[in-house]
T-cell receptor
Framework: DSGVTQTPKHLITATGQRVTLRCSPR?????VYWYQQSLDQGLQFLIQ???????AKGNILERFSAQQFPDLHSELNLSSLELGDSALYFC????????????FGEGSRLTVL | GDSVTQMEGPVTLSEEAFLTINCTYT??????LFWYVQYPGEGLQLLLK?????DKGSNKGFEATYRKETTSFHLEKGSVQVSDSAVYFC??????????FGTGTSLTVIP
């Protein structure tokens, strides 16, 4: 158990819909990262937050947005969903001082029909 | 920009065979290097890491040496087991806690 909690574990929805994925980082970790894992594109970095503020942005589509709340949990919002958005979405967290380790949640599997 | 290139898979080995998964990187400065492992149905977990040149990371019989001269961090294990079947990701981290992952290499070990 990494200590990072993601909900829901599985989600099935239709094209055009909007979903929210939630992540609770390990206790004490201030940084949260979101990754998308699909079969054809590997592990893609989406966005990083540190203590409530956006720190880095990767290959995140404009239809996607995220935020980190004062209690440090984070949400990834995916809207106007397309078939190609079907993937496993991982959240990871790390401590404030760089230790070189990301702790990953078990992921949220999104299926868009 | 920074990036990681790792050996394409899938890799299939017999139990007790020697494993090498190649990883090379491109980075400015002095990154830290990692191998993560993803077992079926699970999230990624850290396997080993090295934070400076010539460091050797090791864990569960796996080893990797940080070679700055060849910009490489190849993963090796002398005798693989069926339980090592997983996807292995090479990664680097540079300033600002930016992590860059390779595409992953799927390993299947057959009895």
């Amino acid at each position: 158990d990494s200590g990072v909690t993601q909900t829901p574990k599985h989600l099935i929805t239709a094209t055009g819909q909007r979903v929210t994925l939630r992540c609770s980082p390990r206790s004490g970790d201030l940084s949260v990262y979101w990754y998308q894992q699909s079969l054809d594109q590997g592990l893609q970095f989406l966005i990083q937050y540190y203590n409530g503020e956006e720190r880095a942005k990767g290959n995140i589509l404009e239809r996607f947005s995220a935020q980190q709340f004062p209690d440090l949990h984070s949400e990834l919002n995916l809207s106007s969903l397309e078939l190609g958005d079907s993937a496993l979405y991982f959240c990871a967290s790390s401590v404030e001082v760089f230790t070189g380790e990301l702790f990953f949640g078990e992921g949220s599997r999104l299926t868009v029909l | 920009g920074d990036s990681v290139t790792q050996m394409e898979g899938p890799v299939t080995l017999s139990e007790e065979a020697f494993l090498t998964i190649n990883c090379t990187y491109t980075a400015t400065g002095y990154p830290s290097l990692f191998w993560y492992v993803q077992y079926p149905g699970e999230g990624l977990q850290l396997l080993l890491k090295a934070t400076k040149a010539d460091d050797k990371g090791s864990n569960k019989g796996f080893e990797a040496t940080y070679r700055k001269e060849t910009t490489s961090f190849h993963l090796e294990k002398g005798s693989v087991q069926v339980s090592d079947s997983a996807v292995y990701f090479c990664a680097l981290s540079n300033t600002g806690n930016q992590f860059y992952f390779g595409t992953g290499t799927s390993l299947t070990v057959i009895p």
